[in-house]
């Protein structure tokens, strides 16, 4: 089973690599580009087939490793 | 509209953060975790609704800016 965990900055939290790709889209000539903002994804290869058990142990790898709850949260794909 | 661009490692390109990740979830008591592969996503928010322009100008941004050809790829998503 594979999990793909996407991390992403909470709202109001500054993305200074994403104002910087801005800025430099727009330097390229890319008017239209408003506005962007990263993410990171880990995609997880997971020896199980048990769906309920992979959710519960995804969510606790996100709160003891992958994600900052201050900063950041987490949204879990399993596929 | 807003793009999500996808920036993921070629294949038998080694990806560091993956493996320590990996590691790390291991020694936390997560055994089933066989493999982490990371990926990063720029989610772009254009000031356009023509989808057929920009699909094509999100294209020319991977290419000039966002992804390295030689160890990335990526993979577009409109919406």
Same sequence: chains 1, 2.
Avoid: H, W
Avoid at 5 to 30: H, M
Avoid at 42 to 58: E, H, M, P, W
């Amino acid at each position: 089973m594979e999990a793909d965990v996407t991390i992403s900055l909470n709202k109001g939290v500054a993305d200074p690599e994403g104002s910087n790709v801005k800025k430099a889209l727009n330097l390229l000539g890319f008017d239209e580009v408003m506005n962007v903002r990263t993410m990171k994804t880990f995609r997880i290869d997971l020896a199980t087939t048990d769906r309920v058990k992979a959710k519960k142990d995804v969510e606790e790898m996100c709160k003891k490793l992958l994600a900052n709850p201050v900063i950041q949260s987490y949204q879990i794909e399993l596929r």
